[in-house]
């Protein structure tokens, strides 16, 4: 199980004898700790820094996608290199392409109560 942990900013793994291995630690906050569908990476927010980080298995990071944002709570990934990113700060969720970069939409969701959280099924 993969985990994220705020306050601390780390990233760890639980085997199924509920041994801890930390991957990552040192991001100033840290949200939505997932595995990417189509490759053997990791990704998580970090949130203070408003980035969408991806990690290798081991914990190394792969690249950094800047989402323009003060408080970034969540991503998820919708499709390849297609994520949704939750801008808290900004009121808003913004598609991504984290391989070009390129922003594809955003979509307001200031009015609907600002959710923290994202989560998307196929």
């Known amino acids: 199980m ?40 990791l990704y998580v927010c970090d949130s203070c820094a408003g980035a969408l980080v991806f990690l290798d298995d081991g ?26 990113a939750n801008r808290y700060d900004r009121g808003d969720v913004v598609l991504w392409d984290v391989a070009t970069g390129a922003r594809h ?3 307001d969701v200031s009015m609907h109560g600002l959710p923290q959280f994202l989560s998307f099924g196929a």
């Open 105 to 107: 939409t955003t979509i």
């Open 2 to 41: 993969l985990t994220s942990a705020l306050i601390p900013g780390a990233l760890g793994w639980f085997d199924e004898a509920g041994e801890y291995r930390e991957l990552f630690s040192g991001m100033v906050g840290c949200h939505g700790a997932r595995v990417r569908s189509d490759r053997e990476e």
């Open 59 to 84: 914990g190394r990071i792969v690249r950094r996608v800047d989402t323009d944002s003060a408080w970034l709570h969540d991503s998820v990934q919708l499709s390849g290199d297609l994520f949704a």
